[in-house]
């Protein structure tokens, strides 16, 4: 059930948001140079790596590290970056991981592939069995704001108790927390 309600709302709002990512997709080309989506290697379910995209928020010389390892990351953001970020507007391409099935609505955020603390607390408490999401009950918990552990242990909270219902709560949740910019440092 989960499988199917995540493709008929992702490709929903892939239709009904087209536009405003062809826009958005615009905008960075104009505003900075390089490719309108940025690339990045996560890592998925069962540890396996996949390709997630967003709109770019960094210059193309930006090193593939996670953003709160950057000293001065702002220095790193292009023009409309930014705003991008603090708005989640640049996760808008991951609708489409979505309908492939490499991430679900709800679930732990894919890390980077370089987070190697944080992939391995995950295997160890089996988080890794989970597919990654969107959106999470860490990220509706403090997002930036989290050190490392306390991410993992809301992640092994969804693990544990994880339901249609649960993830109905934190998808009425998420958006509340986007517009609110709570958890978000960059």
């Given amino acids: 059930m989960k499988r199917f309600f995540d493709f008929l709302l992702a490709f929903v709002l892939?239709?009904?948001?087209?536009?405003?990512?062809?826009?958005?997709?615009?905008?960075?080309?104009?505003?900075?140079?390089?490719?309108?989506?940025y690339w990045s290697d996560r890592v998925g379910r069962n540890n396996c790596i996949f390709k997630m995209p967003k709109f770019r928020t960094m210059?193309?010389?930006?090193?593939?590290?996670a953003t709160h390892l950057l000293s001065h990351s702002e220095q790193y953001l292009t023009p409309v970056g930014g705003f991008l970020r603090k708005s989640s507007l640049d996760e808008l391409p991951q609708l489409?991981?979505?309908?492939?099935?490499?991430?679900?609505?709800?679930g732990p955020r894919p890390a980077l592939f370089n987070q190697e603390d944080l992939i391995a607390l995950r295997t160890k408490k089996g988080i890794h069995t989970l597919i990654?999401?969107?959106?999470?009950?860490?990220q509706i918990n403090g997002r930036d704001d989290l050190p490392i552990p306390a991410k993992v242990d809301?992640?092994?909270?969804?693990?544990?108790?994880?339901?249609?219902?649960?993830d109905l709560k934190i998808l009425w949740m998420t958006p509340f927390k986007v517009i609110r910019l709570e958890g978000v440092k960059h």
Avoid at 96 to 106: A, E, T, W, Y
Avoid at 154 to 166: A, H, R, T, V
Wanted: aromatic share 16%; hydrophobic share 55%.
């Fill in 154 to 166: 809301f992640d092994e909270y969804y693990l544990k108790n994880g339901s249609f219902l649960f």
């Fill in 14 to 37: 892939i239709v009904f948001l087209l536009t405003p990512m062809l826009f958005i997709a615009l905008l960075v080309k104009i505003t900075s140079e390089g490719p309108a989506l």
């Fill in 132 to 138: 990654p999401g969107l959106t999470g009950w860490a």
């Fill in 59 to 65: 210059q193309i010389n930006t090193p593939a590290v």
């Fill in 96 to 106: 489409f991981n979505i309908l492939k099935g490499d991430i679900s609505f709800v």
